[in-house]
């Protein structure tokens, strides 16, 4: 398994910025995706982008034109910039590893810990 390690999150008010990196290690593969999924109390996890270590980007409608991710594939890491914060972007943001390009949430074995962001209004 993949071990990842998520760093970043905290509080900020509405309109500001911030970003959550997640680094894995252990057994990887050089086909991959990573990204970042997000859960409030009583709602599913969502996703909120996913990036292949090829390059190919997806991001949930509610964070397009606000939200980039982007990865550094030597240092096996993601990063989440979060601009134009909103209340609604409140949750614990989870980093993933899947092994391949295409996947089902059901078969994500490889979860980081979970960081809360916080926005205040």
């Known amino acids: 398994h993949v071990q990842l390690a998520e760093s970043g999150g905290g509080l900020v008010q509405a309109g500001g910025s911030l970003r959550v990196d997640c680094t894995a290690s252990?057994?990887?593969?050089?086909?991959?995706?990573m990204g970042w999924y997000r859960q409030v109390p009583g709602k599913q996890r969502e996703l909120v982008a996913s990036?292949?270590?090829?390059?190919?980007?997806r991001y949930a409608d509610s964070v397009k034109e606000r939200f980039t991710i982007s990865r550094d594939n030597a240092k096996d890491t993601i990063y989440l910039q979060m601009n134009a914060l909103k209340p609604e972007d409140t949750a614990v943001y989870y980093c993933?590893?899947?092994?391949?390009?295409?996947?089902?949430?059901?078969?994500?074995?490889?979860w980081g810990k979970g960081t809360l962001v916080t926005v205040s209004s």
């Open positions: 993933f590893y899947y092994q391949g390009y295409v996947y089902r949430y059901s078969e994500v074995e490889d």
């Open positions: 252990g057994s990887r593969f050089s086909r991959n995706v």
């Open positions: 990036i292949t270590s090829g390059g190919r980007i």
